[in-house]
Nanobody
Framework: QVQLVESGGGLVQAGASLRLSCAASGRTFSDLSMGWFRQPQGKEREFVAAISRSGGNTFYANSVKGRFTISRDNAKNTVYLQMNSLKAEDTAAYYC?????????????????WGQGTQVTVSS
């Protein structure tokens, strides 16, 4: 059973940076494509970024493109989300996701496992 544990959330001021981490266990990490979603309070969960199994391909939501970077370290079974130039509208619970079939995209139905989430709050 794949387990995902996020860390790195917190409270920062607008313009600051944060790096989220997600540690995976229970399956060969390099078999999983990975991603991040977020859910602002009272709103729908939305796609943020995804990365292929090798790390060679990435995909971003337009709202974060150029500010956020997704990466992975297969030796450490960890995926990262580097968030720069944070804005108040980035405030949300951030969820790490894993797909067994190599999917990288924005359809949340195609991800098989979800982490418990980590809160990011950006004050303006």
């Amino acid at each position: 059973q794949v387990q995902l544990v996020e860390s790195g959330g917190g409270l920062v001021q607008a313009g600051a940076s944060l790096r989220l981490s997600c540690a995976a266990s229970g399956r060969t990490f390099s078999d999983l494509s990975m991603g991040w979603f977020r859910q602002p309070q009272g709103k729908e969960r939305e796609f943020v970024a995804a990365i292929s199994r090798s790390g060679g391909n990435t995909f971003y939501a337009n709202s974060v493109k150029g500010r956020f970077t997704i990466s992975r370290d297969n030796a450490k079974n960890t995926v990262y989300l580097q968030m720069n130039s944070l804005k108040a509208e980035d405030t949300a619970a951030y969820y790490c996701v894993a797909a067994f079939g190599g999917y990288i995209g924005s359809d949340r139905r195609l991800y098989n496992r979800w982490g418990q989430g980590t809160q990011v709050t950006v004050s303006s």
